[in-house]
């Protein structure tokens, strides 16, 4: 089982747009004076290295960044940005000292943690939740009992989406084999820019995936059959993450505090600018990825995406729980993954709550 366990944890939780690795220095002054004037100090580090992907679900990042408010909290620390198509490159990144900090599904986290022994990352934020939905073919599928017999794409064997629908389908007490797909569901593994085609075309009947692949096929004909929000506590599960490189945070805590400044604040923004920051998103897309989301895809993808700072640890430890479940791979040792103790200090100081690591943090 645990030959599994490069796949599970190797696939992002949402679809990636972009160069694998595209670097930029987004430090300008017109970054920092779109945000207000500079509140940082002389920090301890001249540069900090971020890495995101260009996907709604990195909102804080697009936006953050954008209308600076990760440059107001750095001051003089400058910024310089590299976005990812893949989880396991921007974990290699990190590893390798190329960024630092970075936005990333909970998946490539926590197998960064895990094969490295618990010595290369934290996790040390949460950043969206949500995003995440079963589209159907209607003529094909009416009602949830429809799904049986029918074939149900996921983006790859052992991400994220396939292991919540391997989990959803067990909690039907129907029977799949995880490896090869093959039961009373076909889960057929699909590339999610190869999955609208591969709707279109009739070799698949629907699909588990996260935004914006979701509403590409609800423009496509399909309608939503579940929003995976509904299938946990109070409809939150992670989507993103932010991550620090343990060498980083040992020797610049300043500098992960003023990203971690920026980051609840951005999020605070976007709860309270939503259509500004919906199109702030789309144009940093369109600048990364050379092509814009139109707005039957975006408008719907923006709404399912919630961003928060609590990194929702309690539902990144079922999430592997129910890979294991599943045959996936042997349980993951997870004890200090999390460190929030910068998060709470900067929530505390913003007169915010704490949030939990569910017992899974740095001790």
């Known amino acids: 089982m645990a030959a599994a366990l490069p796949l599970l944890f ?22 920092a004076a779109s945000a207000g004037t500079t509140t940082a100090g002389k920090l301890s580090a001249d540069e900090v290295k971020i890495g995101y992907f260009p996907n709604l679900t990195h909102a804080t990042a697009l936006v953050g960044l954008k209308e600076g408010f990760f440059a107001q909290e750095l001051g003089a620390t400058k910024i310089k940005e590299a976005t990812f198509n893949a989880g396991p490159a921007e974990i290699e990144a990190l590893n390798a000292g190329s960024i630092d900090i970075g936005w990333i599904g909970p998946s490539p986290a926590i197998n960064g943690y895990t094969k490295s022994k618990g010595t290369s990352l934290k996790i040390i934020a949460g950043s969206a939740s949500g995003g995440v939905k079963l589209v159907v073919n209607p003529d094909k599928i009416k009602t949830l009992a429809d799904v049986k017999g029918k074939k149900i794409a996921t983006p790859q064997l052992g991400n994220t989406q396939d292991v919540a629908l391997l989990n959803w389908i067990k909690s039907q007490g129907w029977k799949v084999d995880a490896q090869s797909g093959k ?35 609800v423009s496509e004909g399909a309608k939503v059959l579940l929003d995976e929000s509904d299938l946990w506590p109070n409809k939150q599960f992670v989507i993103t ?23 609840v604040k951005t ?40 961003v928060l700072d609590d990194p929702l640890a309690a539902t990144a430890k079922a999430e592997a729980d129910h890979a294991v479940s599943a045959g996936l791979l042997d349980a993951p040792q997870l004890n200090g993954i999390y460190d929030l103790a910068p998060l709470n200090k900067v929530l505390t100081a913003a007169g915010q709550p704490t949030v939990d690591a569910a017992g899974l943090g740095t001790q």
Do not use: M
Not at 255 to 261: D, F, G, M, S
């Open 241 to 263: 993450n932010v991550i620090v490189s343990q060498k980083f945070l040992k020797e610049h805590p300043d500098v992960v505090e003023a990203v971690l400044r920026g980051s």
């Open 267 to 306: 999020n605070a923004w976007i709860k309270a600018n939503s259509d500004k920051a919906k199109a702030d998103a789309n144009a940093e897309l369109e600048k990364l990825t050379q092509k814009a989301l139109p707005a039957d895809i975006l408008d719907p993808a923006w709404a399912s995406i919630q």
């Open 183 to 217: 039961g009373d569901v076909s889960v057929v593994r699909t590339d999610n820019k190869i999955t609208p085609d591969a709707y279109k075309n009739g070799s698949i009947d629907g699909a588990w995936v996260p935004e914006p692949t979701a509403s590409k096929l």
């Open 10 to 31: 190797g696939a992002l939780t949402a679809c990636g747009y972009g160069s694998d690795d595209t670097s930029d220095d987004s430090s300008s002054p017109a970054a």
